[in-house]
C-alpha cells in the first residue's frame, strides 16, 4: 500500500480526520516561517492523542542536529523530516535520530543542473544506514512547502527512478485529489505527502479533501 502523510497539522480535529481516513503519518512543521507552524506544546498534546500506530513527523528547515534531536524527544515525535537548504549533503550524511525514523526532503529544485535538466544525483552509501526515506518536493528555500506547487514529473521520473531504487521514495508538492493518481503513475514512489490540497485555508483541514485524497491513492493501487 502506498504510504500516505496529511502534513502541516495544526489541530487535533484534523489529525484525528486524517487518522481516522486512513493516513499512515501526520506532518507537524516546526519551521518558524511558515503559515503551519505549529508550538511544541500544541503538538505534543495533539501527539499524546493519537494512535500509537500512526507515525508522527515532524518537519524542520535548516535547523541545528541537536535541536531536532531536542523537539523530536520533547513532542514525542516518531519520525524527523529534514529539509538542509544550506547543506543538503549534510542533511544525507551521519543524521541519526534512533529510534526515530529519518527522511530527507530534497527539491526539484535543487536537481537541475546550469542548463534546466535533471542531473544524476548521488549519494553516500552511508546515508542509506541513517536515511528511512526520501521526499522529492518543489519547495525552495524561501517556500519550503506547502506551496500547492506541482513539478514536472515527467522531467523528474528518471531521477525519482534511481532514488526508488535505493530509498523508499515519496512524492510532495502540489498533489490534490485530481493528480495523485497521475503523480503515482509517473513516479511510482513509496509514498505521498500532501498538505495544502487537502486544505480549506492554510492549516486548516478540509474533511472531505482529506477522505477524497486517500481514497484516490486507494483506488489508484487497486487499478495498479
Known amino acids: ?22 493516513a499512515d503519518a501526520v506532518g507537524f512543521v516546526f519551521y518558524e516561517k511558515s ?25 524542520f528547515v535548516d535547523e541545528r542536529d541537536e535541536q531536532v534531536s531536542a523537539v523530536a524527544q520533547q513532542v514525542g515525535l516518531t519520525a524527523v523530516q529534514i529539509h538542509n537548504y544550506a547543506s543538503p549533503k549534510q542533511a544525507m550524511n551521519g543524521l541519526t535520530f534512533s529510534p526515530r525514523k529519518l527522511f530527507v526532503a530534497l527539491s526539484v529544485a535543487q536537481m537541475f543542473d546550469g542548463d534546466g535538466q535533471f542531473g544524476g544525483f548521488r549519494w553516500p552509501t552511508e546515508a542509506k544506514k541513517a536515511v528511512d526515506g ?6 525552495t528555500p524561501e517556500s519550503p512547502g506547502g506551496t500547492g506547487n506541482v513539478f514536472d514529473w515527467a522531467k523528474a521520473a528518471p531521477t525519482a527512478s534511481f532514488i526508488a531504487e535505493q530509498y523508499k521514495l515519496v512524492i510532495a508538492g502540489g498533489l490534490t485529489a485530481l493528480n495523485v493518481a497521475e503523480a503515482i503513475h509517473v513516479l511510482k514512489p513509496w509514498g505521498v505527502d500532501v498538505s495544502s490540497g487537502v486544505e480549506s485555508s492554510p492549516g486548516k483541514k478540509d474533511p472531505e479533501k482529506i477522505r477524497a485524497f486517500i481514497v484516490a491513492v486507494r483506488q489508484t493501487e487497486k487499478r495498479a
Not at 496529511?6 to 480535529?13: A, K, R, S, T, Y
Not at 506544546?41 to 515532524?58: C, F, N, R, W, Y
Not at 526520501?134 to 519547495?139: E, K, W
Open 134 to 139: 526520501i521526499f522529492l518536493d518543489s519547495g
Open 35 to 59: 503559515p503551519r507552524r505549529i508550538d511544541l506544546q500544541h503538538a505534543h498534546d495533539i501527539i499524546e492523542k493519537l494512535p500509537s500506530t500512526t507515525e508522527k513527523v515532524g518537519v
Open 1 to 22: 500500500m502506498t504510504w500516505v502523510k496529511i502534513c502541516g497539522i495544526m489541530n487535533l480535529e484534523d489529525a484525528l480526520t486524517a487518522v481516522d481516513a486512513g
